[in-house]
């Protein structure tokens, strides 16, 4: 994608429309399974790769399902309007993005409390952080909106870099070890970008009908699997260059 077409596109995102201008490529639902997940909000591969963690910002719990969305377990831990989760694949062990108290919780593999962090990602308490991916080492958290951007940060909890994506809003993310890219999801543009803090918007895909999509997890096959918080629905498509 050249500069003159993420400059339009940026810009019809931030006027509000729902559609995509100018999708570098294209998406094949292969399958969307119905979730026994009131408003799933975040999605992660689990340690092992052969599941995924989801959280509800309902219920304030975690609940591993199975790529074709059965319940396969739900932790006893409850959270406060839970927003983003990733499993860090070296332990097993969580870590959730609370949005009203600016929390990020650290669990263990059984969803026992071990810390929790406050952060600050420039957002408020509606429009704060969303959720939580980590890369080499290295967490990024992403605020949803006013303003719509992406969060560093070190091994405190500060933040030392941020980075305006410049569209409405982010509802997701995840980091795609295969190709060295993060993917993000928009609700409100009902799009899907791959971007990184040092090439910016690579990558645009529109996610057609798919409401409130809320978190992401891309596999090295190019399987994008996507949770919907209005639907409790989970989407399986296809990358398609």
């Given at each position: 994608?050249?500069?003159?077409?993420?400059?339009?596109?940026?810009?019809?995102?931030?006027?509000?429309?729902?559609?995509?201008?100018?999708?570098?490529?294209?998406?094949?639902?292969?399958?969307?399974?119905?979730?026994?997940?009131?408003?799933?909000?975040?999605?992660?591969?689990?340690?092992?790769?052969?599941?995924?963690w989801t959280v509800s910002d309902y219920t304030g719990k975690l609940y591993q399902i199975t790529f074709t969305g059965e319940l396969h377990n739900t932790l006893n831990w409850i959270?406060?309007?839970?927003?983003?989760?990733?499993?860090?694949?070296?332990?097993?062990?969580?870590?959730?993005?609370?949005?009203?108290?600016?929390?990020?919780?650290?669990?263990?593999?059984?969803?026992?409390?071990?810390?929790?962090?406050?952060?600050?990602?420039?957002?408020?308490?509606?429009?704060?952080?969303?959720?939580?991916?980590?890369?080499?080492?290295?967490?990024?958290?992403?605020?949803?909106?006013?303003?719509?951007?992406?969060?560093?940060?070190?091994?405190?909890?500060?933040?030392?870099?941020?980075?305006?994506?410049?569209?409405?809003?982010?509802?997701?993310?995840?980091?795609?070890?295969?190709?060295?890219?993060?993917?993000?999801?928009?609700?409100?543009?009902?799009?899907?970008?791959?971007?990184t803090p040092e090439a910016g918007v690579a990558e645009v895909y529109d996610l057609g009908d798919i409401e409130k999509a809320e978190g992401v997890v891309v596999s090295p096959n190019?399987?994008?699997?996507?949770?919907?918080?209005?639907?409790?629905?989970?989407?399986?498509?296809?990358?398609?260059?």
């Open positions: 994608m050249n500069k003159l077409q993420i400059i339009l596109l940026l810009l019809i995102v931030g006027c509000g429309t729902n559609k995509v201008a100018n999708p570098t490529g294209d998406l094949t639902i292969l399958g969307e399974y119905l979730i026994d997940v009131p408003e799933p909000s975040g999605l992660s591969l689990s340690s092992s790769g052969q599941s995924l959270g406060n309007d839970l927003e983003g989760i990733i499993c860090d694949p070296a332990d097993g062990s969580f870590y959730v993005v609370e949005e009203r108290t600016s929390n990020v919780v650290h669990l263990n593999s059984q969803g026992t409390e071990i810390e929790r962090f406050q952060i600050d990602t420039g957002g408020s308490e509606n429009s704060g952080p969303e959720g939580i991916a980590l890369r080499n080492g290295t967490f990024f958290v992403i605020n949803e909106k006013q303003p719509a951007q992406v969060c560093e940060m070190n091994a405190a909890w500060q933040t030392v870099a941020t980075y305006d994506i410049g569209f409405a809003d982010i509802s997701g993310i995840c980091w795609d070890d295969s190709r060295n890219t993060f993917w993000l999801v928009s609700d409100q543009v009902r799009a899907l970008f791959s971007w190019g399987k994008v699997r996507i949770v919907s918080d209005s639907s409790s629905r989970l989407y399986v498509l296809q990358l398609e260059s």
